[in-house]
């Protein structure tokens, strides 16, 4: 069994819930980085943007580490962050609890073989 090499990036604590930020990463999962990047510029989300940054942050992981340029995506993933509460007062002093949601995004690349397959 060989090694796979693979580039790691992570970004933690964004602003947005995991389940809307997943709709993004869906849409994008069983692409290419590079074909991703394309199509994350037309998306109409807040958190496209961020999910782009952290693609271009493993593509260049990998760059660094010397990885043959077919990449494809190991993993990408969205998980829960941080609940930030809040309070928003009322009438008749009742206070309703806001839930501010946050989430982490971890994003794995690996090389493609020059047949296509993986490696």
């Given at each position: 069994m060989e090694n796979k090499k693979i580039a790691?990036?992570?970004i933690k604590n964004i602003k947005g819930s995991a389940r809307k930020t997943r709709l993004v990463v869906n849409a994008i999962r069983k692409l290419s980085p590079e074909v991703a990047l394309e199509n994350l510029q037309f998306m109409n989300y807040r958190n496209s943007e961020v999910?782009?940054?952290v693609i271009k942050t493993a593509?260049?992981?990998a760059n660094l580490s010397?990885?043959?340029t077919p990449y494809k995506f190991e993993e990408i993933r969205v998980?829960?962050?941080i609940t930030r509460k809040g309070l928003r007062f009322k009438g008749r002093a009742n206070v309703e609890i806001l839930s501010k949601?946050?989430?982490n995004i971890t994003v794995k690349i690996s090389e493609l073989k020059k047949d296509g397959k993986e490696s």
């Open positions: 790691l990036a992570k999910v782009s940054k593509i260049n992981n010397k990885m043959q998980d829960e962050g949601r946050y989430c």
